[in-house]
């Protein structure tokens, strides 16, 4: 009998509604798999089992009344940033490493009606400012299909749960790179929607301008369905779109026959040097499906790429210098003692972040002060909105964008610690993405000689997550699974 664990969300739903077997069923197997494999990968920091086996259970009884919600029973993993209700809410970081959440955040509203089954908070990067999850309070994530290897950040509990089998889905947040990246690591699917497609209140801040919550998971399939459980407007976050949601689950199941019609962007400066031959030649044999199958390639230009690494590192520390500003041990957070409010000031933040929170506070300080903020701060933005007009100008002839997720299979734990600029680089395929508020899917396409998964990139259209969803259910359709089971 297949271990229930191991099923995909598709295939957990309709063993539940068949009486296959029962919520409750499925959250202890799930259980079981997490407490047998978390003391190893470090995937969750807090798991919940009292909350998730109290769900199952309201589930089983929701369903024998005919009002099971499109989610229930299913095992759902939440990244450490996401606020749920009565239980601890750390993101990763000593500053809140005793933080418990007084409510839900909008995602975790939605998925808990919906009928999800929570069965813990995934470790993740501080404040999910990292490409590795090694910038935890709580220590780093493994990798489940190549142990002693990062999982990417900042989602990397989320990805090695979803790849673990610990769960049937994971939600992460991307402000670079976050959900993609780690999916491309870990051989699962990530999808960061339009921002503000999704709701961030009740998300722990890092960039504003840049954060968005969303899916992980073991098919194209499972992603849609959870995307159309956590979408739509919410007045209390004032980015949040009040563009209607769609069934994207119907997107997800024309196969092959996905592909008609569709034309789609190959970016020259997307495969130049500093790629690695293993991951080029998978992400140009899958290009070559898509386009046997029948979807027109054409070569693309986007001109500012370049600049896109630069002008994050400016916008993005300059919104967390602003955003954890907060945390100053008198209102929030982690407080240290000392003989006057400064020293309080001081050594609480000094003790409550780690270092790559630090540096990025002091760069976007520095970035924000008196003297530089034209010369840095201002121009940033201001290419910020040429990369955007790139995009603009791509889509004017093409219906998404096919690129590399990260220009590396997953590195081993450590290497890159002491090198800041080469861990920033890690994210520079995805980085532009955010910047111009794209939707964005990672999914994997092959593995490299040392069997380490190889994520292939889509693009869409500003809230056209359909034809996300499309191309990458006919490139599922096209090869067989390609990620290593760990």
Not at 191 to 213: H, I, M, N
Not at 272 to 288: K, L, T
Not at 436 to 441: D, Q, S
Request: glycine share 10%; net charge negative.
């Amino acid at each position: 009998m297949t271990a229930l664990h191991t099923l995909t969300v598709q295939a957990m739903l309709e063993g539940l509604d068949g009486r296959e077997f029962s919520a409750a069923e499925l959250c202890e197997q799930t259980l079981d798999a997490i407490d047998a494999a978390n003391p190893r990968l470090n995937a969750f920091i807090t798991v919940t089992h009292d909350e998730a086996r109290a769900q199952a259970r309201a589930a089983d009884e929701a369903r024998a009344r005919g009002e099971a919600g499109p989610l229930a029973g299913v095992p759902i993993a939440l990244k450490d940033i996401l606020l749920n209700r009565g239980v601890r809410t750390t993101a990763a970081s000593r500053m809140l490493s005793n933080f418990v959440a007084p409510y839900d955040g909008a995602v975790v509203e939605r998925l808990r009606t919906a009928g999800a089954v929570f069965v813990g908070k995934t470790n993740c990067d501080a404040f999910a400012m990292g490409s590795s999850n090694e910038n935890s309070f709580f220590g780093p994530v493994d990798n489940p299909v190549v142990p002693g290897c990062t999982p990417g950040g900042s989602s990397g509990g989320s990805a090695a749960a979803v790849a673990a089998h610990l769960c049937g889905a994971a939600i992460g947040t991307d402000t670079g790179g976050s959900i993609r990246q780690p999916a491309s690591h870990c051989g699962i699917v990530g999808l960061k929607p339009t921002y503000g497609r999704v709701s961030r209140f009740g998300v722990v801040a890092f960039a504003s301008s840049l954060d968005q919550v969303g899916p992980m998971g073991k098919t194209v399939q499972d992603t849609a369905r959870l995307l159309e459980v956590i979408a739509g407007h919410d007045p209390r976050d004032a980015t949040s779109s009040r563009q209607p949601t769609e069934p994207w689950t119907e997107a997800t199941r024309r196969g092959v026959d996905g592909l008609e019609g569709l034309r789609i962007g190959v970016p020259r400066e997307y495969f130049v040097g500093g790629i690695e031959p293993d991951v080029e030649a998978a992400i140009r044999a899958a290009i070559d499906r898509l386009e046997v199958a029948g979807a027109e390639l054409h070569e693309i230009s986007l001109p500012h790429t370049e600049y896109a690494v630069a002008t994050y590192y400016l916008l993005c520390t300059a919104e967390a210098s602003s955003n954890l500003a907060r945390y100053d041990g008198m209102r929030y957070g982690h407080r240290a003692d000392g003989d006057d409010l400064l020293e309080v000031y001081a050594r609480s933040r000094d003790e409550g972040f780690g270092d790559e929170n630090k540096r990025r506070i002091m760069l976007g300080t520095y970035a924000l002060s008196a003297g530089y903020y034209d010369a840095y701060y201002l121009r940033a933005q201001k290419v910020r909105t040429l990369i955007r007009r790139d995009f603009e100008q791509a889509f004017a002839s093409v219906d998404a964008i096919v690129t590399p997720t990260s220009p590396s299979t997953a590195f081993p734990l450590g290497t890159r610690v002491e090198d800041p600029l080469a861990m920033y680089l890690s994210d520079i395929y995805t980085i532009s993405c955010n910047l111009a508020g794209l939707p964005g899917m990672s999914l994997p396409c092959g593995v490299d000689g040392a069997g380490k998964p190889i994520g292939l990139q889509l693009l869409g259209r500003w809230f056209e997550e359909a034809t996300l969803f499309r191309i990458g259910a006919a490139h599922e359709a096209l090869a067989a699974p390609m990620r290593s089971t760990p």
